[in-house]
Nanobody, 122 residues
Framework: QVQLVESGGGLVQAGGSLRLSCAASGSIVSINAIGWYRQLPGKQRELVARQTGGGSTNYADSVKGRFTISRDNAKNTAYLQMNSLKPEDTAVYYC????????????????WGQGTQVTVSS
């Protein structure tokens, strides 16, 4: 069973920073693309940042220059460094990954984490 577990969310003042982590565990062979999404109540989940298996990254326009996605393949962990946070960044942040597992290779499977709350006060 594969699990993605996010951590690092919390309450921060505007202008502050947080670092989210997403740890993948289970019968994982390798992670391909991994990304962060966020969702406000009553709204659709939106892409924040995503990194392909080849290392290419893309960011939502609203976070460019403030957020950075990175990964540690040896630890099957991804990070989202969030700087200069704004109240409009307040949301539940979710980790998402395309990965290969021992049971399902060669097929890629997509997984979501349970989410972590980020609240930015003004």
């Amino acid at each position: 069973q594969v699990q993605l577990v996010e951590s690092g969310g919390g309450l921060v003042q505007a202008g502050g920073s947080l670092r989210l982590s997403c740890a993948a565990s289970g019968s994982i062979v390798s992670i391909n693309a991994i990304g962060w999404y966020r969702q406000l109540p009553g709204k659709q989940r939106e892409l924040v940042a995503r990194q392909t298996g080849g290392g290419s990254t893309n960011y939502a326009d609203s976070v460019k220059g403030r957020f950075t996605i990175s990964r540690d393949n040896a630890k099957n962990t991804a990070y989202l460094q969030m700087n200069s946070l704004k109240p409009e960044d307040t949301a539940v942040y979710y980790c998402n990954a395309d990965l290969w597992t021992i049971r399902t290779m060669p097929a890629l499977n997509n997984y979501w984490g349970q989410g972590t709350q980020v609240t930015v006060s003004s």
